[in-house]
Every structure is written in C-alpha cells, then in structure tokens.
C-alpha cells in the first residue's frame, strides 16, 4: 500500500517562531543633580524616586523638595514603553499608602502622566484625581505642577475639565464644605479658579453642592438665596453661615458654641481667639489625633489643663486628652510613628519648644501619656520580616543633640526598639574604631534601658569608625543578614570601604552565596547622624541608601528600603 503523500504547508504559511524577547538593559540615571548613578529597570527607578525624592541612593531629611527635569528621567521613559496606566497605578497605591515622605513627588508624577503620557494615561490618570488629591491642596499642588511642566500655562481641555468638574460633584456636599473653608487657596491656586476654568455648571448639581459653589463665587447671601428650601442643602447652609460668623464673632463665647455646634476646625477661628481657653476645651472634643498632639504645648499655656481644686482633682480635659492618647484605634488610624511620639513627649515634657517664644509648664499625667502612647505605638509599625542588624556608632558626637530635647543617641535608641518589638529576626551591636559588641535589646526594654546598653561600649577617642565595622563583624560570625542599617556620624568614614566590605559579605556568606549576581542581595541603609553629608555610598550600587540627618520620616524610609517598596509594590 503505498504511503499516503503528506500534504506540504505553503511556504508562504509555514509559522514562525516567536521570537525571544531580549530583555532591555538597565538604564542609568541622573540624581536629580546630574550626575550619572545607579543601573535600574525603569519602573524600579521610578518607585525609587517616588520613596526618595531622587533619582539616585542619597536621600536628605528635612530637605525641601525641588524638582529638576532629571528627576523624570525614569518616568520618562516608563511612559515611553507605554507603562503609563501602571505608573499611574504606583501612585494610587503610594499614595493610599502614605509611603512618600516627599509628598510632592506624587504630584509632580501624577502632573507629568496627564501632561506627556499617551490616551490611555492620560485616562488612567484623570480617573485617579479624586483617589490621589483627596484634599484641595493636593490639587492645587498638581495643578501648579502642571504649570511648571508647561512653561507656566495649564491646559483645561475637555479631559482636565471633566475631571476637575467631577472631584468637586463627587464630594459629599458637607465635607466639600469643610474643605474650601478649611483649604481656601494654596500654590497660587483657589476653588474659584478651578470652578470657573472647569466649567462647572451649579444647576447641574445636586443642591447641596451647588450651594457650595455659589459661596465659593459668589458669597453667602448669594447661596442663601439658592436653595434655602432643600433639607440637604440647609445643612450646608448652616455650616457656611457658622464659619461666616466665627469670623466676625467678638465674643469667644459664641465661637465656642458654633465650634460644638458644627464641628469648626482650628482653620475657621481667628487668630486672635486662639489665646482663649475656652476656644481650645470646643475644639479638642472632636479634634483627631495628630492635631492634638501638635497643639498639646498652646493648650497647656493657656491654662486648659490646670488644677482648679486640688492635686487630687483631675482637670475633665485632661482626662479627655489621656483617653484620646489611650485609644490603640485612634493611634493606628491617625499613623503616628513612634519616632514622632517620641519627639512630643519629650518636647511637651521640657516646657518650651526649639523654635518660638511658646512656654508651658508641662501637665505631669498628660506627660505620662505621652510615654505610654510611645510604647504602645509599636504594635503599629508595619515590619519588614527581613533579617536585620542594627549598628550604632559609640562616637562622641552621638550625645549631641538632634533637637534641643532629643539627643542622637535616644533618637537611634527608639529607633533600636521599635525594630526590637516590629521585626522578628534583628542583631544590634555597637561599635566604635577598636570594637564590636553585640547589645541584647529585650521588646519590654525602656528608651532608657536601650541607650544605658548602648553607651556600654566606650568610645575611642583616637580614630572614628567606620561603617564596614559591623558588615565584618557580621561576615566572621557567620550572619545571615538582609539589611545592614548603620547610624554613625561619617567623621571617620573612608570612601569605598564600606562598599567593599558590603561586597565581600555578599560574596563569602553562606547565605547569599547562590544569589552573588542577583539584584536581590544584601542591602547597606547608612545613616549620618550628623549630618554632614562627608559620606556617600556607591552611587552605583542599587542595594544602598545613605541618608543624611534625622527627622520624623526616616523610620518611614528605612521600613520601606527594607521591605524593598522601590523595587516591587
């Protein structure tokens, strides 16, 4: 029987073979100050960025944020490769997060996307005003972004307008009311510009909102006048005629009724009313969590918290003040991290503050609840789960002060402690140029007890030491660590050594000896506490940070670095 013929294909329709994608090379970026620095994939680059606020590893606190165009770079190109939609959803989640210490740098980015991305980011970003901008001095921000992104002109075409018109009808007409009396204007900016730019039409409105609108351009006779007969627009109403008169009240009395009636902010009294203890005990029933503690020293001056009786008589505020510190929910909505607890505490237990003439003679139980709502606060940091070693230089500079009430050394000691009592696996040694010693830090330990520990190890006074101390130390004993986090002043560093001794670690540890060339390796956080910037790490290296000062958001940082929130979120 003879073999069938095979039937050949044409080969005008033979298929081909799928070619292999040839993954693009990293690309190396500026700093921001043009200087070329680390390879990194672009997204990669660009969540660096939205962390830092830079395009390189060296990140400034207490530095005020200024944009550059090198610090596009990344976002550039992730539009380029028509990432946009995905960039624009890093943001969301940055910024529902709260994981931007530099706050403009959400804007700045968000500005850009709807600016030089292509249809489907400029959609993408639009759609997310309302989740990114939640209060108008965010989108004022972005809208003075996009003037500088455009040398000084803003486009309202039909996208801008639409979506600018729908974050003012989506709010809740009572809230938008709080918000454009609290945030009236900022960055050049105010609601009026934004309702007349984006064509906002008030009989398009619900009634309540339109209500608002009408204040806004027109005033309240004007908006009382409008739908005086609505239920849901009197509400408004009454809000807006109540901060009309607390700006005008001469009598602290009717301000104080007005503030427990409708629920005005410390943004709605006038200046001159806020030495009046009877404005503050209206204003701290519903007032939220951080703006009791950034007020705590002016409501202590003028008497709110003192004895009427006797010692043994607790003033009604100050137990309201012990409650609202006392609440575990209050602390882990309002996101206090302990480092700021910690600042408060101490601010408010000295009696003055390092700026301004303000003095106060500290409450003794509101002290003490600053104490324990610093200890309870660590329950609320987010761990990272990686392996740390913790290294604190013992140098004489780390017993000056980071602030006039905080010194260096009990700044890294909360620093030390929280990580005790977040992270599961963490070595802490402190070292100076002759030594390394291994401090065990206990969760139920003290600040006291911590920086007791620490001072242990006797500084030398001959050399400073260096960085590299603890990687060696880590190296010889055999550690397995992910993240090295050093604090120490720099006065002793030597450029490369730290960089060298990372390097040699990565490469000898048993740990990481399959991993030598991945990306995924033991990363270096340097600290320079005092701030003199003498140190940087390999600009090169995308496993280091430096980080020059201290303030508020360096935990914030270092969690974050740590977690490797740059690379993947």
């Not at 202590?300 to 009427?308: E, H, I, K, N």
């Not at 977040?422 to 007890?449: G, L, N, Q």
Request: glycine residues 6%; contains cysteine.
């Amino acid at each position: 029987m003879e073999r069938a013929a095979r039937k050949r294909r044409p080969r005008s329709g033979r298929k081909k073979k799928p070619e292999k994608k040839v993954a693009e090379p990293p690309m190396h970026l500026t700093d921001g100050e043009g200087q070329k620095t680390i390879g990194l994939e672009p997204m990669e680059a660009f969540r660096r960025f939205l962390l830092l606020g830079t395009g390189g590893n060296v990140f400034t606190a207490n530095e005020q944020f200024q944009w550059n165009e090198g610090h596009l770079d990344s976002l550039k190109v992730v539009l380029e490769r028509g990432e946009g939609p995905l960039a624009v959803s890093t943001l969301k989640t940055f910024s529902k997060e709260n994981l931007c210490p530099k706050q403009d740098v959400i804007f700045l980015s968000l500005a850009y996307c709807v600016l030089k991305g292509d249809g489907a980011t400029r959609e993408a970003g639009y759609e997310a005003l309302r989740e990114i901008c939640r209060i108008p001095t965010h989108i004022f921000l972005w809208l003075h972004y996009q003037k500088q992104l455009n040398n000084g002109k803003v486009g309202w075409g039909r996208r801008q307008r639409t979506a600018v018109r729908n974050w003012y009808k989506a709010a809740d007409p009572l809230t938008l009311a709080h918000h454009v009396t609290k945030y009236r204007a900022r960055s050049g900016w105010a609601h009026a510009d934004l309702i007349k730019l984006a064509h906002i039409d008030p009989t398009k409105c619900r009634p309540a909102t339109a209500t608002v609108l009408c204040y806004v351009m027109k005033g309240l006779p004007a908006a009382l006048g409008l739908y005086s007969d609505k239920p849901e627009a009197r509400r408004v109403l009454d809000f807006l005629g109540a901060v009309e008169e607390a700006r005008t009240a001469l009598d602290p009395a009717d301000v104080s009724a007005l503030i427990a009636k409708h629920r005005l902010v410390r943004e709605h009294v006038p200046t001159w009313l806020l030495d009046q203890s009877s404005i503050w005990v209206s204003l701290l029933q519903e007032m939220p969590l951080t703006a009791l503690i950034r007020n705590l020293s002016k409501m202590t001056s003028v008497d709110l918290f003192a004895y009427r009786e006797s010692p043994s008589w607790t003033n009604y505020n100050t137990a309201l003040v012990q409650s609202k510190l006392a609440n575990r929910a209050h602390l882990a909505n309002s996101r206090v991290h302990p480092f700021a607890l910690l600042t408060a505490w101490k601010t408010y237990e000295a009696g003055s503050g390092d700026r301004g003439k303000l003095v106060w003679k500290p409450e003794p139980l509101i002290v003490q609840s600053l104490e324990k709502a610093f200890y309870m606060s660590f329950s609320e940091v987010a761990p990272s789960r990686k392996r740390l070693l913790l290294g604190v230089s013992i140098a004489p500079s780390t017993g000056e002060r980071m602030t006039s009430r905080v010194s260096l050394l009990a700044a890294v000691a909360c620093m030390v402690l929280v990580t005790v009592n977040s992270e599961p696996h963490v070595t802490v040694v402190a070292f100076d140029a002759d030594r390394v010693a291994r401090v065990k830090v206990k969760p139920s330990d003290s600040i006291d007890t911590v920086v007791s520990l620490l001072t242990r190890v006797q500084p030398s006074e001959k050399t400073a030491a260096s960085n590299a101390r603890p990687i060696r130390y880590a190296e010889k004993k055999q550690l397995a660590i992910d993240t090295f986090v050093i604090f120490n002043d720099s006065s002793g560093e030597i450029h490369g050594v730290t960089s060298e001794a990372l390097n040699r670690y990565r490469r000898h540890s048993p740990r990481f000896a399959a991993a030598a060339d991945q990306y995924l390796h033991s990363s270096l956080i340097s600290v320079d506490m005092a701030g003199s910037g003498t140190t940087a790490p390999n600009p090169t290296d995308p496993g280091m940070l430096h980080i020059v000062g201290f303030s508020p958001s360096i935990p914030q940082i270092i969690a974050a670095f740590s977690r490797g929130l740059h690379r993947n979120v």
